[in-house]
Nanobody
Framework: VQLQASGGGLVQAGGSLRLSCAASGRTISTYVMGWFRQAPGKEREFVAGTSWSFTSTYYADSVKGRFTISRDNAKNTAYLQMNSLKPEDTAVYFC??????????????????WGQGTLVTVSS
């Protein structure tokens, strides 16, 4: 599976961005999709995840109520809608796929495939 993340950019605090993650090489419709981020000098952290059927979603506390994960299995694409952005949301955002059974998970080791990352910069 190859993942291509896009949609990052520079936005002012309070603004919005929508990230996309396009998959190729294999259908991802039965896999868990996740979004992670890594700020400068910090470890990569979980942001949001969704099961293949979108019946289960999971968010980090820091983004709950502001970010929304979604997916279009017909397009083999996942999205992360980010609203009310804060300077502390500044990071490189990565999408990832987990082929393990079960629902979305925050554990990085559970994800098998990763996109290259897209930079989100939120100015104050």
């Amino acid at each position: 599976v190859q993942l291509q993340a896009s949609g990052g950019g520079l936005v002012q605090a309070g603004g919005s961005l929508r990230l996309s993650c396009a998959a190729s090489g294999r259908t991802i419709s039965t896999y868990v999709m996740g979004w992670f981020r890594q700020a400068p000098g910090k470890e990569r952290e979980f942001v949001a995840g969704t099961s293949w059927s979108f019946t289960s979603t999971y968010y980090a506390d820091s983004v709950k109520g502001r970010f929304t994960i979604s997916r279009d299995n017909a397009k083999n694409t996942a999205y992360l809608q980010m609203n009310s952005l804060k300077p502390e949301d500044t990071a490189v955002y990565f999408c990832a796929v987990s082929t393990l059974p079960g629902g979305p998970t925050r554990w990085i080791v559970n994800y098998d495939y990763w996109g290259q990352g897209t930079l989100v910069t939120v100015s104050s």
